[in-house]
């Protein structure tokens, strides 16, 4: 018998709490140990709930009862997380977490600390829900060299970007209202829809793909909140779709990671992943593609990835398992060598000078128009480098009949 | 420094020698060993070849290398391969391979030996080629009860049949020709149009998701080799693609499984998988559906699972971590009872009397018309056991007004 602990007693805690109940069976046959969730910790007081006899409010209970060799840490945020998690480790317990914010942040340090006390820190749930991504890129994959990962990360965005694109002239604010409604979107959405989520689950992926820290507050990160029916109704006469991809990919030996709305056509793997679903698409020089596709959030779908962490952590005691990344933070390059088209929209007071301005600024653009209304052009540019891109835009703002450029959306 | 062997200088094999090559480096680190390739077994000579001097024809040399830790059996086939990977097995050496026939017959047997002399069996790529799949069923996914997967698992056929979807009036002979000629389908392509080769590899899916030995034998099992043209019309003008889907799935206490073309609707994560590439979507009590996606054929794409295996397998030299199926075999539900719903045509000399029938014996259906040719009748049922369809389609084949079923194409 294996004793764990649950810290936080929020959505994923009672998942992991339900999910440990519903399969007890078939979960303690594939741990080959039965297991005995001795305490789940919270601050407030759950009275007639099935935990009711296991909660503590003290975290130095479980720190010291040498009966708990895995604990699931699952409350968010950095404190008191990275304090109890880290403790933890240093007293040889294997830790499995939910937690991006903490895995971006503190993961490198706290995957040393497990390999030194041979145990493990697991966080198959921080990124992607239950979809399995860590797992396959740590343990599956190994042949390869990866050189891209690339995913729709975050259910939030997703489920407006796709609902945006489905029903006509929908705005942005009118959808984030209905997302929250429908308990998709957060009352404080800021860390969704401003890409903040997508890029801390990117920066995890990137530092376990190429074996070092990558700082998320070093990716370039763009959100969906200038995104208006307009562009959508653009993209559609394209042929094209509007999706928030999270992106890391190596060029040579350097290494770019961003976060943006991004216009992708209806062959990309990731063009089909509608609503609340996550996918993430991997690129080795072996393999070609693979997709991991599913919930990449929710209740019983995370709780699901951490459960699968604490059955793997138990098979795995005393034993290191997890590749790790070096706490030596990566120099990403920089963009502005990176190469896109843009979708650019822009008003016009005079549309024949604006399109003389295009052509000389730009070259050789595609036209496209939703009607034959002349207050308005827009053209997608043919691939260059974001710096060249930015510049033209410079100065394509600045021409006469050019009243404003409204949006400027990069295709991938 | 662990030395190992490669059974088969094929396509596999020749891949295998060849992803060992190119990113040994990285694989050697994730290995944790230095690897050592000692022999490649083939019948054939290779002179010239990057493997001349490692080439033996002897498997009796490399069963009684001590040196040699682990096999990779490549060759395909039923035998010598069983006999070679059983006697490796015995001889205490972890065998990988890429053999669906082998694992589908013998996997059972072979897993019970490996896990006896404490090494592994291991055979990622024997489905979906590159796609991980079979490590997330086994390590990943621990926490749910998997009720049902899914898959395009051939990826021949779902070219031909995304060819002839979307380009119209191709024959299926047509397009096999084009698949032959561009090397996606072989010579002699019963093993894939047929369905044969998905049923293999279903039948291990099947084996590894509920625990016990599902014999292919027992598996429904239906080829794409009489979709027409006017069957892809039919399911364009219903808004549904055609796709040959491989399930298994327990309904209550039991399990059934099959291979068959299907019709599903652009909602299905499925219908958007086109050409060669492959696609398995598991579904569990509490993760709900995830899949994964990839290319489940070719050369190196194969060769990286293969090698991914390889890997593993000296990781975990000295410790079983495959989960076993049990060699008792699963009694399958017969289809019998499964409910589906059916697109069926028919010729007809006097079509108003065609559709009374069709009101009469199917009741409530969906009429479905390509022209105003009144020789033709076709419509969607409504769902039904698959047993009560039959009937009905035998009835209905006796009406005086009908002259031919043309087909009978189930819907998912």
Not at 6 to 17: C, D, I, M, Q, R
Not at 114 to 140: C, H, T
Not at 149 to 159: A, K, P, S, V, Y
Request: overall charge negative; proline content about 3%; some cysteine.
């Amino acid at each position: 018998m294996i004793s764990i602990a649950v810290l936080g007693y929020g959505t994923v805690g009672s998942g992991v709490v339900e999910v440990l109940s519903k399969n007890q069976e078939s979960i303690n046959k594939k741990a080959g140990e039965e297991i005995h969730l001795k305490y789940v910790l919270d601050l407030r007081e759950f009275p007639g709930s099935p935990i009711e006899d296991i909660l503590t409010h003290d975290f130095e209970q479980i720190l010291n009862d040498d009966e708990v060799k895995v604990i699931a840490e699952v409350m968010g945020g950095i404190e008191p997380a990275y304090t109890f998690v880290k403790s933890a480790l240093v007293k040889g317990k294997s830790v499995v977490t939910s937690n991006k914010e903490l895995v971006a942040k503190h993961g490198a340090e706290l995957l040393e600390i497990a390999k030194d006390k041979n145990i493990n820190f697991m966080f198959e749930a921080s990124v992607g829900g239950g979809i399995p991504i860590i797992r396959p890129l740590n343990q599956s994959l190994t042949a390869d060299e990866i050189y891209e990962i690339t995913g729709i990360l975050n259910g939030t965005t997703n489920f407006i970007l796709s609902k945006m694109m489905s029903e006509e002239g929908l705005s942005f604010d009118t959808v984030l209202k209905e997302a929250q409604d429908k308990g998709y979107a957060e009352r404080n959405p800021e860390a969704d829809v401003e890409g903040h989520d997508a890029c801390r689950k990117i920066a995890i992926l990137a530092s376990l793909a190429f074996g070092m820290h990558v700082d998320y507050e070093d990716i370039y990160t763009e959100g969906i909140t200038n995104i208006s029916d307009k562009d959508m109704a653009y993209a559609k006469k394209l042929g094209l779709d509007i999706k928030l991809l999270a992106t890391c990919k190596k060029i040579d030996d350097k290494v770019y990671a961003m976060v943006a709305p991004m216009l992708i056509d209806n062959e990309h793997p990731l063009s089909h992943v509608h609503g609340v679903f996550n996918a993430i698409l991997v690129k080795g020089n072996v393999i070609g593609e693979v997709m991991f596709y599913g919930k990449g959030a929710g209740k019983l779908p995370t709780a699901s990835a951490v459960v699968t962490d604490i059955v793997d952590a138990i098979k795995h005691l005393g034993r290191n398992i997890m590749s790790f990344w070096s706490t030596k933070k990566m120099e990403l390059m920089s963009i502005d060598e990176v190469k896109f088209g843009y979708l650019v929209v822009a008003k016009t007071d005079f549309f024949p000078a604006s399109k003389d301005s295009v052509l000389k600024i730009f070259g050789d653009v595609n036209f496209v128009k939703l009607n034959d209304y002349e207050e308005e052009i827009a053209f997608v540019t043919t691939k260059s480098s974001e710096k060249d891109l930015q510049n033209k835009l410079r100065i394509f703002e600045r021409q006469p009949s050019i009243l404003q450029i409204e949006s400027a959306i990069r295709v991938g």
